[in-house]
C-alpha cells in the first residue's frame, strides 16, 4: 500500500512542549513513527561543572516545571549521599510531603491535557481547577507556585510550620469529594472509556523489556516504585504500590487517579507524625566522590548522578529523566493504531519533554 | 458505563461563581512567603559583592570602587539567594510583582549607586 509520512509537531495543539513525530501511515494506519527529540536542549548538565555546587541547586530545580522540587532535592540527596550527610527528620519528612504535593499537583495537570487531548474540554478545566488549590497551598508554603526554591544541599532553606502542614493536609481532605467528582467521570465515562479503553496495549513483559518507567510499567501490572526503597521519609508510612493489569490508556490513567488517593493519604501520614526539630544541617565538606541516586517522580524513576572531586564545582552531573526512559515504549505502541489515537496514546506517557532534553 | 456523568458537575458549576477573578478589578493578595521582586536598599548597602558571587544566573553586578549595584530583572530567577547571603541584610525579597518591563531590553537593568563619599574638606590654609 502506498505510505505517507504525517509530521506531528514540534508545534501540535496536543502537545504542551515541542517533541516531533513523523509517522508513516499506510490509509490511517501507523506502521513507523520516527521520533526527533532536541528542540528545548538547554544544556544544563554542562552548567554544573561552572557553578558552585550548593547554588546549583537552583539550577537543577529548573530542568522540569512540574517535577522541579524533585529535581532539585534529587539533587541535593545525590549530593548529601557524596558528602555523606545525615539530614534531620523533619527535614525528610517536609521534603516527602512535598513530593507528594507535587505528585497530586502533577497528576492534576496530567488528567487536565490527557481530558485535552481526547477532546474533553469541560473535564480538562475542572482537573485544572483542583490544581490551582495545590498550587496555592504550595505558595504559601514555600513562596514559588512552581519553582519552589525551598531545597537546599543539606536541609531546606525554611522551614515550614506544623499548623501549616495540618492545614494543608485537610485543605487536601477538604478537597477529596470534588477530586473524587472529577476522577470518577476519567474512570467510569462511556465517551472517555471508548477513547482509552484497549488503545495501545502494553503487556508487562513488553514494558519491562523497553525499559518503561513509572505508570507506564505499574499500568501494565508490572509492582516497581522507587519509594519502595525509603528514600526520604517513605520508609516510615504505610502504603502499597498501585498497579493495574490491562496495561492500556485506560489502566495508565487509573493508576495515576489511584495514586492522587495514595498521595493525600501519605500526606496526611505525615502530618501526623511530624517531628519537631531543625531543618537543616551544615555542610562543612564539598563533594568528593561519586554516586548515583534514584527517585519516583510522578512520571516515573529518575536518575541523577553525580562526581564531585572535592573542589566548590562538580566534575560531572547526569540526569536520566523518566521520558527519556519511555520513549522507546511509547514509539513501540504508537505502531499498528489510528492516527486518531495517536494524541491519546502520546499523552499516556506523561511526556515531559524539557526534562527529556534538560 | 455511565453515559453523561459530567452533566451533574457541568450543571453545578454554571449556578456557581466563576472559579476565576475579574483580574484588572479583583487582585490576590500576595502570600507572606512568595517570591516577587528584589529590591536593595542601597542606603546600607556595603558593596561586598557577596550576592554577586552567590547568584545562579549571574543577574548582579557590584563595581565596589564606584559604589554601584546593578541588577538585570530579566536574568534573575528569584531564588532569593543573594537575600540569604546579603551580610547587611540590605537585600529584601518583596512579595508582590513587579510591574511588567517596557519594549526597551534595558529598562530591565536597574542601577542604584551608593551615597557618594563625603567631599573631603582641604585643610584650611592659613
Known sequence: MKQTIVPLGPQHPVLP????FDLVLEDEKVV??????????????????????????????????ICSFMHGMGYCQAVEEVINLQLPRRANQLRTMLCELSRIHSHLLWLGLAADAFGFENLFMHSWRLREKVLDLFEEMTGGRVIFSIAKVGGLRKDISTETIRRASKVLRDMLPEIKEICDVFLNDASVKHRLCGVAVMSAENAHKLGAVGPMLRGS???????????????????????????????RCAVRVREIYQSIDMIRQLAEKL???????????????????????????????????????????????????????VVTLLKGHELADIPTILLTIDPCISCMER | MALFSMLGTAVKSLLRKPATRLYPFEKRQPFERS????????????????????????????????????????????????????????????????????????????????????????????
Open chain 1, 17 to 20: 512542549e515541542p517533541l516531533s
Open chain 1, 32 to 65: 513507523d513513527a520516527i521520533p526527533s527529540i532536541g528542540f528545548v536542549h538547554r544544556g544544563l548538565e554542562l552548567l554544573a561543572p561552572k557553578r558552585d555546587f550548593e547554588e546549583y541547586v537552583y539550577v537543577a530545580e529548573r530542568i522540569c516545571g
Open chain 1, 221 to 251: 501490572g508490572v509492582a516497581k516504585d522507587l519509594r519502595v526503597s525509603g528514600y526520604a521519609s517513605y520508609g516510615e508510612l504505610q502504603w502499597e504500590i498501585i498497579t493495574e493489569k490491562d496495561g492500556d490508556c485506560y489502566a
Open chain 1, 275 to 329: 517531628e519537631d526539630g531543625p531543618v537543616d544541617t551544615k555542610v562543612l565538606a564539598a563533594p568528593k566522590g561519586e554516586t548515583f541516586m534514584r527517585l519516583e517522580q510522578p512520571r516515573g524513576e529518575v536518575v541523577y548522578y553525580v562526581r564531585g572531586n572535592g573542589t566548590r564545582f562538580l566534575e560531572r552531573f547526569r540526569v536520566r529523566t523518566p521520558t527519556f526512559a519511555n520513549v522507546p515504549a
Open chain 2, 35 to 126: 517570591r516577587g521582586n528584589l529590591v536593595n536598599h542601597v542606603e546600607s548597602c556595603i558593596f561586598c559583592g557577596v550576592c554577586q558571587l552567590k547568584c545562579p544566573s549571574k543577574a548582579i553586578t557590584v563595581v565596589r570602587a564606584e559604589k554601584t549595584w546593578t541588577f538585570d530583572r530579566l536574568r534573575c530567577i528569584v531564588c532569593g539567594r543573594c537575600v540569604e547571603v546579603c551580610p547587611k541584610k540590605c537585600l529584601e525579597m518583596k512579595n508582590d510583582h513587579a510591574a511588567p518591563i517596557g519594549p526597551v531590553k534595558a529598562d530591565s537593568v536597574i542601577v542604584q549607586k551608593g551615597p557618594a563619599p563625603e567631599a573631603q574638606t582641604p585643610p584650611a590654609q592659613q
